[in-house]
């Protein structure tokens, strides 16, 4: 078991470790969306275009993307960022939208809550460089090998 998880480790780097969590997180999000549906206070511009079933779709086929993407090398890992962006945005917008519009007071502060606590983080982790033992993730300037 510990010589797989070292393989993960080294195979994944810290970029690619982050998008299997998220993506097992949005995947298990949504998976939750439909099986004990919230309340969608805050989310009817969401919910005017579709069913909250349907909006759950998008966070399992993100969360699916996002893992998927942590298994391709530095760079182009990239759109695992990107897809992992996507339902929280949405659901930001929605609450932001809400707020704006009198039909949910704490519509925008759940706006910032996603922006900062979902998508900003998931934005620092696009940022993070790749280490040096990575499989197909060049060390960019050769920082912790031994000289």
């Known amino acids: 078991m510990r010589a797989a998880a070292q393989w993960v480790r080294h195979e ?17 999000w949504g998976v939750s969306l439909i099986v004990e549906p919230p309340i969608t206070l805050g ?3 969401l919910t005017h275009f579709a069913p909250l079933h349907c909006w759950a779709w998008v966070w399992i086929l993100a969360g699916a993307g996002t893992f998927t993407s942590a298994w391709l090398p530095f760079a182009r890992d990239r759109w695992g960022f990107v897809i992992a962006s996507a339902p929280p945005a949405l659901w930001a917008f929605a609450y932001g939208w809400a707020g ?10 759940v706006f910032v809550w996603y922006m900062t606590s979902h998508c900003g983080v998931i934005w620092c982790a696009s940022r993070v460089p ?3 033992g990575s499989a197909d993730r060049p060390d960019p300037v050769g920082e912790g090998r031994p000289g």
């Open 100 to 109: 704006l519009v009198g039909d949910y007071a704490r519509g925008l502060w």
């Open 12 to 28: 994944l780097g810290r970029r690619g470790q982050f998008l299997v969590f998220m993506g097992i997180g949005k995947i298990c």
């Open 130 to 132: 790749p280490e040096s």
């Open 43 to 45: 989310l009817g511009l």
